[in-house]
């Protein structure tokens, strides 16, 4: 016996049927589309937030901060774009194009040059 993933009302039809109808179909899909965006746009505020926050202190020339401080402005560590391992081991944390580092519990902010000069020279990785 098969039931519609939408609605549970039983179904005739091939084996493979998944909806009764495609009113049904599109509610599902919709409603999984729906959650789906709104995890993405929860996870872009984060990002966008965090992203504000370090432009700001950038701009005013903060080179570093107690990582408490970032907390209490609201910025949230969980949220980066991506993270990179330096030459020394340790880890340089991206919000887009701003890189920073914790140091202890401090929060260090890099220019590019700083990230270059930390980076790992590409014969590391062809070994």
Do not use: W
């Not at 039931?3 to 409603?31: L, P, V």
């Not at 729906?34 to 929860?42: Q, Y």
């Not at 370090?54 to 005013?60: D, G, Q, V």
Request: proline share 2%; net charge positive.
């Amino acid at each position: 016996m098969m039931f519609c993933k939408e609605c549970g009302k039983k179904m005739r039809g091939r084996s493979d049927k998944r909806f009764c109808s495609s009113d049904c179909r599109s509610a599902y899909h919709n409603r999984h589309r729906r959650e789906e965006m709104l995890t993405l746009r929860k996870l872009e505020a984060s990002l966008l937030r965090n992203f504000r926050l370090l432009r700001k202190l950038r701009e005013e020339g903060v080179s570093q901060l107690p990582r408490e401080a970032f907390e209490r402005m609201g910025f949230d560590f969980a949220f980066y774009t991506h993270a990179m391992k330096g030459a020394r081991n340790e880890q340089i944390f991206f919000c887009y194009d701003i890189p920073y580092m914790l140091e202890e519990e401090t929060v260090v902010f890099l220019t590019a040059m700083a990230v270059t000069a930390r980076l790992l020279p590409i014969e590391s990785f062809m070994r």
